[in-house]
């Protein structure tokens, strides 16, 4: 067997993870079916993480990380404020696309283990989020380009659900599901309701 870094099986292992839950369902997540899609033993999993807890936190971090950060880049850019919104929010579509079963795998635990810890960090991401999106929003009604009437913390709280639609669509229309008309469609809707 290939030996490889550990920094490499992890990823693997979460990429995994995320894979078998958005084929197979979260009651397919097992140490058995995870070891097999990696291509390890069981025991190797533990090698790389000490518990399936340690795993679902990494997988939170890497929210943070590779989608957060990125979120906050564009909305603290010199982008057009409407473009900023748009970049944005398909930057958010396209990372829960290329990263199936991640909100149905985070909410699901966060929800039904009640961990503490693993919801604390979940919070810390959606108020990241909605901050970023509530300052995009409050440059566009400064611009004179959005409606200053909007209360900004309602936009943002209904923007925060069209990723929760968009994984319903994933699961319930995979065949016909089109992420870019998704994404055209849904920012159309947003900026319509944006309009003065």
């Known amino acids: 067997m290939l030996r490889l870094s550990t920094e490499t099986r992890q990823a693997q292992i979460k990429e995994a993870v995320l894979d078998i839950i958005s084929t197979e369902g979260l009651a397919r997540l ?22 399936k807890k340690d795993i679902l936190l990494s997988i939170v971090e890497d929210v943070y990380t590779n989608l957060v950060i990125n979120q906050k880049e564009i909305a603290n850019s010199e982008m057009v404020t409407s473009i900023k919104l748009y970049t944005f929010f398909c930057k958010q579509i396209q990372y829960l ?16 283990t009640n961990d503490s810890n693993l919801k604390e960090k979940l919070l810390k991401i959606l108020k990241a989020q909605k901050t970023l999106l509530k300052q995009i929003v409050a440059e566009g009604i400064s611009n004179g380009l959005w409606n200053k009437n909007i209360d900004i913390n ?23 599901f089109n992420h870019e008309e998704f994404c055209n469609r849904m920012f159309s809707l947003l900026e319509r309701i944006l309009k003065p």
């Open 30 to 51: 097992s140490t058995k079916n995870l070891a097999a899609k990696v291509g390890v033993s069981e025991g190797a999993i533990y090698r790389h993480f000490k518990s």
């Open 154 to 176: 309602d936009f943002a709280t209904l923007y925060m659900g069209i990723p929760v639609i968009l994984n319903i669509e994933m699961v319930l229309n995979k065949e016909n």
């Open 97 to 112: 696309i290329h990263n199936k079963g991640i909100t149905i795998l985070l909410f699901s635990e966060a929800t039904h």
